[in-house]
């Protein structure tokens, strides 16, 4: 059974990030790439959390969600992509949530979570295009919109 993966929620109007992109595979695959991207992290530089000014080393973890229903968000994941798959058209619009948790490491080596990012990603795929719009939506912005894109067509990329 084919189900529409949009979110009615989802900012039109004011869309923060859009990118179009040459791609040459099916949201399916696309989806795959997506879950296999669910507990991945990598480290950046940001502003302390405790010391104004102060700039620190940081772990960011993606968590990814695919939208179910119109208004929910399921976790997505290697283990929850099999059942997700065959309700995808080749082409079309699917919506994700991606959390990005961060966390630092204190001076005892303890890792301190910190106040992460939440973003909605809108892919559309038509014809070879893929249409990517992102929105932050929750958190203190500590990655771009732009950055979070970048991310997605990296592993897209790397055939993940």
Do not use: W
């Not at 790439?33 to 990598?42: E, H, I, Q, R």
């Not at 283990?79 to 959390?99: A, N, Q």
């Amino acid at each position: 059974m084919m189900r529409k993966r949009i979110y009615h929620r989802f900012p039109h109007r004011t869309v923060e990030f859009e990118q179009k992109y040459r791609y040459h595979s099916d949201l399916p695959f696309f989806v795959k790439v997506m879950a296999n991207m669910d507990g991945k992290f990598g480290m950046f530089v940001t502003e302390s959390v405790t010391k104004r000014g102060h700039r620190i080393q940081a772990k960011r973890e993606i968590g990814v969600e695919i939208v179910t229903n119109g208004i929910d968000f399921s976790p997505l994941n290697y283990d929850t992509v099999e059942g997700v798959l065959d309700t995808l058209e080749p082409e079309g619009i699917v919506d994700f949530r991606i959390h990005l948790r961060y966390s630092y490491l204190d001076g005892k080596y303890n890792r301190v979570p910190f106040r992460g990012d939440i973003y909605l990603v809108r892919a559309i795929l038509e014809h070879e295009l893929l249409v990517l719009q992102i929105n932050h939506i929750d958190g203190p912005k500590r990655t771009e919109c732009g950055r979070v894109a970048d991310t997605i067509i990296d592993e897209l990329r790397r055939g993940s």
